[in-house]
């Protein structure tokens, strides 16, 4: 279980220089299943912080959350495809055309180029946004209503799954039902500080909840000896895994 588990741990590099980062990568590559880039380092180290991880046995998860008109999101994507990331992501507010394209611009590149696929997520509503963010932008219906209409927008588009907050899955479960894949960020192991996560849940439960994938940012980074750490939280979704097969 301890390998199923590895797959499932995604470590967040939040960090500000390809050193950084390669570092993490060599530190971590053997206890966890992708490495996430987001906006900072993909910004500034630009692509080549991917073949960086690779190098380094690493897989990745590309965080830019695209959001922009249908074509322009269908490219960005394939190129996301080109540099061989394993998972990507895009906005569901961008709706069900752009995503619709995008999902069939990345199936025609993958199959064209003997690509792998990537598993490609929508975010629905940003945890930072609440009630009051949402009626300052016009939307008025309330955001436990919007998250499973979004994530079930998104499948209906052909993507695999969402970014979600833990709180939020069972929602999306019943929306989108078994097959659809949740990651979820804001977790915290009980030898972790909280940080600025606002709603945290432990390992274990996000697991029981039903998430596929878990993001783990500063309980890692921040830890006396990070290897130890991932080693924890990965043991503690390793005995959830097996409850949820048995339950
Ligand atoms: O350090 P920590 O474990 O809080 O890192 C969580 C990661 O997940 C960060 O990269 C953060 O930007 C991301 N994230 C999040 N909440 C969301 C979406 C993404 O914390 N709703």
């Known amino acids: 279980m301890i390998e199923a588990a590895r797959q499932r741990l995604i470590f967040a590099l939040d960090v500000d220089s390809c050193a950084a980062a390669e570092r993490w990568v060599e530190q971590l590559h053997d206890k966890v299943g992708l490495f996430k880039v987001g906006k900072q380092l993909f910004t500034r180290c630009g692509p080549d912080i991917v073949r960086r991880i690779q190098e380094r046995g690493g897989q990745v998860f590309l965080d830019l959350k695209y959001h922009d008109i249908p074509n322009t999101v269908a490219r960005a994507t394939v190129e996301a495809c080109r540099l061989g990331v394993k998972m990507v992501n895009v906005h569901a507010l961008g709706g069900p055309t752009m995503m619709r394209e995008t999902v069939a611009a990345v199936n025609e590149c993958c199959a064209a180029e003997k690509i792998e696929r990537p598993v490609l997520l929508a975010v629905t509503i940003l945890t930072s946004s609440d009630q009051e963010t949402l009626r300052a932008v016009g939307i008025d219906r309330p955001v436990e209503e919007m998250v499973p209409h979004l ?75 990070p290897r130890e750490a991932a080693t924890a939280i990965l043991e503690e979704m390793a005995q959830a895994l097996t409850e949820a097969n048995h339950g």
């Not at 019943?174 to 500080?193: K, L």
């Not at 274990?204 to 039903?210: F, L």
């Not at 993001?215 to 921040?222: D, F, L, N, Q």
């Open 151 to 225: 994530a079930k927008l998104a499948q209906q588009a052909g993507l695999d799954g969402v970014v979600a907050s833990p709180r939020e899955v069972s929602l999306i479960r019943r929306a989108c039902g078994n097959d659809f894949v949740i990651v979820t960020p804001g977790v915290r192991p009980a030898f972790a500080s909280v940080d600025d996560q606002k709603r945290i849940t432990p390992p274990a439960e996000a697991i029981a909840c039903g998430a596929d994938y878990l993001v783990v940012g500063r309980p890692i980074a921040k830890a006396a000896d």
